[in-house]
């Protein structure tokens, strides 16, 4: 499976401000992807990573808010732009390992917006 | 659109007993089915999945079933031990290969 690396682990920002999240894979995979997990709930999927081309969003997630790259396959990052605290939450990247099955996550964003 | 129901939300068991855990999905597509444990503070880990053309499968303690007709598959842990307490996660994946996730069950095992 793949092994994710994700920074920062977390951060405390001003509203208004922006955000950069890293994930590193330690090896080239097709498919990353990126969630959102609010306290005591589940994962919320926010995009499709696609390397080439521009993220894929699920409903309720835009291109402004949350922008995505993904220059290669081994590397993508996620901003959440101009942050308002309803933003706080955390935030994880995924990988799919070979055949696109055996997903694994990164360790994860906490962000605190004040 | 997709969507996984986890039931349910909440189980306590003695330690060494069995505990079942159950979800339902809607995508007729959906091919993949793994499941997830989440310790306080910790990422997301697989601990077991299942493909569309088996039924069953175990490792160890732990157990996936599927039953693709009703569109419900089942996580099952036998002889259950404290570190087995944690959050556990059910989620589908399909054609398009994102995963969609269950709510969640914080399973507390009682020593």
């Known amino acids: 499976s793949a092994v994710i690396s994700q920074k920062p682990s977390r951060d405390i920002c001003q509203r208004g401000t922006s955000l950069t999240i890293q994930c590193q894979v330690d090896?080239?995979?097709?498919?990353m992807f990126w969630y959102r997990q609010q306290p005591g709930q589940s994962l919320t999927l926010i995009a499709t990573a696609n390397q080439g081309s521009e993220a894929t969003y699920e409903s309720g997630f835009v291109i402004d808010k949350f922008p995505i790259s993904r220059p290669n396959l081994t590397f993508s990052t996620l901003t959440v732009s101009n942050m308002s605290p309803e933003d706080s939450s955390i935030y994880l990247c995924?990988?799919?390992?070979?055949?696109?099955?055996?997903?694994?996550f990164g360790s994860g964003t906490r962000l605190t917006v004040v | 659109g997709e969507n996984v129901e986890q039931h349910p939300s909440t189980l306590s068991v003695q330690e060494g007993d069995s505990a079942v855990i159950k979800c339902t999905y809607s995508?007729?597509?959906?091919?993949?089915f793994p499941w997830y444990k989440q310790e306080l503070g910790k990422r997301p880990q697989l601990i077991i999945d299942i493909r569309s053309n088996v039924g069953e499968k175990k490792d160890q303690r732990i157990a996936v079933t599927l039953n693709k007709t009703a569109k419900h598959f089942s996580l099952h842990i036998t002889e259950t031990q404290p570190e087995d307490s944690a959050v556990y996660f059910c989620a589908e994946g399909g054609a398009t290969n994102k995963l969609i996730f269950g709510t969640g069950t914080l399973l507390a095992v009682q020593p």
């Open positions: 995924s990988a799919a390992g070979t055949g696109n099955y055996g997903y694994t």
């Open positions: 090896s080239q995979v097709t498919m």
């Open positions: 995508d007729s597509a959906s091919n993949y």
